[in-house]
């Protein structure tokens, strides 16, 4: 699965918001300069959460966008959905009788199905605190061996 730029760029906007923002509104050009974003891209985007009901605008002098809630509470999954962005690693079109390829569904679909739940019970569970506040990495879980993979013989036998 490969984010496209709309959906990294709106969670890398969203965490400059929720970084900055202290109590006042913070313009989309003071994002886009920090970001690095286009500021037009950025107004694209930002129409969108604010549809997503994720920032609230503020018109006039001193204005600008804040969150529409806590940081804590705004999931990164919430962002991607809100710029429409599908999370899933299938090529399917959800209820499309065509599938995978023209003779249905592929037999690898369940596997990718699978793996954009996964993907998605992930951005899910890390709130935009998480990656302000740069909890989002865990300890390395163990990884078992590959049944393949070659056993290598200890010394003196």
Do not use: N
């Amino acid at each position: 699965m490969k984010l496209s730029t709309r959906g990294r760029y709106a969670v890398m906007a969203m965490a400059d918001l929720a970084r900055a923002d202290r109590g006042r509104p913070v313009t989309l050009a003071e994002i886009a300069e920090r970001q690095e974003i286009s500021l037009s891209y950025l107004e694209q985007l930002f129409a969108k959460l604010r549809r997503g009901e994720l920032v609230i605008s503020v018109r006039g002098p001193g204005g600008g966008y804040c969150l529409a809630r806590p940081a804590k509470d705004v999931r990164i999954s919430d962002i991607i959905l809100a710029v429409d962005e599908p999370i899933k690693a299938t090529r399917c079109e959800a209820g499309s009788p065509k599938g995978c390829t023209a003779q249905g569904r592929c037999l690898t679909h369940d596997l990718w199905e699978e793996l954009g739940r996964q993907i998605y019970v992930f951005l899910s569970s890390v709130s935009l605190a998480d990656v302000i506040e740069r909890r989002v990495l865990r300890a390395p879980a163990a990884v078992p061996a590959s049944p393949a993979a070659p056993v290598q013989a200890a010394a003196g036998e």
